[in-house]
């Protein structure tokens, strides 16, 4: 109202307001102005246990972290990291109009630094794209001994995940997802096409 101004923080994504005015005690009177204001990147990661340090039979341990300004995208899906942080516990709201606690809080580490030990290659690079992939004649001797064996579904589904205990069935399930076929196009027979992936 009399054109004053101050600045604020945020704590915990909410913006406390000043609620009276120094100059003119009016209350509630003061308004956010966007082009003022001053924003930093921030990043959720959830890092997962390596397969190396699972013991037999247990499921991988996660744990969420967060990043702030140049640490944002210094890692990426796949990459073996070490991380230096604080690990905080967070209060979680029973209903989002209420400021009523839960009883469990929920944990998390606050990312002082980040170490990459081993990046994923994910992506092909364009030259090795055209390059042909060639394979031995003793690798080629074992691929067909195992296209003939009765038994290749079990041997590939005991292979997937072996440090994970029975689930056969979602094992099953995972594995046809990971081969594919031919997609067939039968448009001039006045048939429709056939895709080439299985549905799970």
Not at 22 to 41: A, P
Request: glycine fraction near 4%.
């Amino acid at each position: 109202m009399c054109g004053v101004s101050t600045e604020a923080q945020i704590d915990k994504g909410r913006i406390i307001e000043p609620t009276n005015c120094k100059r003119c005690q009016s209350r509630h009177s003061f308004e956010l102005v966007h082009n003022l204001c001053m924003f930093t990147d921030k990043q959720f990661i959830k890092l997962q246990e390596t397969p190396e340090h699972i013991p037999e039979g247990e499921t991988p341990l996660n744990v969420n972290l967060i990043v702030y300004d140049d640490m944002v995208d210094n890692c990426k899906p796949g990459d073996k990291i070490e991380i230096t942080g604080i690990y905080r516990a967070q209060g979680l709201r029973a209903s989002t109009n209420k400021r009523i606690l839960r009883s469990v809080f929920k944990t998390y580490v606050d990312v002082v630094s980040i170490n990459s030990t081993h990046r994923a290659k994910f992506l092909i690079e364009e030259e090795d794209q055209d390059s042909e992939v060639t394979f031995t004649d003793d690798q080629r001797k074992k691929f067909h001994d195992l296209a003939e064996n009765p038994r290749l579904y079990d041997i590939l589904v005991d292979a997937l995940a072996p440090s994970i205990w029975e689930y056969e069935e979602v094992k099953k399930g995972v594995l046809c997802q990971l081969f594919g076929g031919t997609p067939k196009n039968f448009a001039k027979n006045s048939r429709d096409r056939f895709r080439n992936d299985i549905n799970i």
